[in-house]
């Protein structure tokens, strides 16, 4: 994956410009020389957060347990009735 690299001083002198850089390609923010931090636009994240393009009801749903039978027996819990 391509990306651009830029030191945590050169990110606090400059915040727009790697705004800028990261809607191209993710922009790692470095600390004392090791990758620290990744800014990216909020439609790469989008991406990388939910590769298949799958909305949450898509993602939830058991196509799978269609099939499945399911015998459900009243439970009795000794309660008594309300009256009314």
Same mark, same amino acid.
């Given at each position: 994956? %391509?990306? /651009?690299?830029? /030191?945590? @001083?050169?990110?606090?002198? +400059?915040?727009?410009?790697?705004?800028?850089?990261?809607?191209?390609?993710?922009?790692?923010? /470095?600390? @004392? *020389?090791?990758? #620290?931090?990744?800014?990216?636009? $909020?439609?790469?994240?989008?991406?990388?957060? +939910?590769? *298949? *393009?799958?909305?949450?009801?898509?993602?939830? #749903?058991?196509?799978?347990?269609?099939?499945? #039978?399911?015998? $459900?027996?009243?439970?009795?819990? *000794?309660?008594? %009735?309300?009256?009314?």
């Amino acid at each position: 994956m %391509e990306h /651009t690299t830029v /030191t945590s @001083r050169q990110f606090v002198h +400059n915040v727009s410009a790697a705004k800028r850089m990261a809607r191209q390609c993710p922009v790692f923010i /470095t600390d @004392r *020389g090791k990758p #620290a931090f990744a800014l990216l636009s $909020i439609e790469a994240y989008r991406r990388m957060a +939910n590769p *298949g *393009g799958q909305s949450i009801v898509d993602l939830l #749903a058991m196509p799978e347990a269609e099939d499945l #039978a399911f015998d $459900i027996k009243p439970i009795k819990l *000794g309660l008594r %009735e309300l009256e009314v």
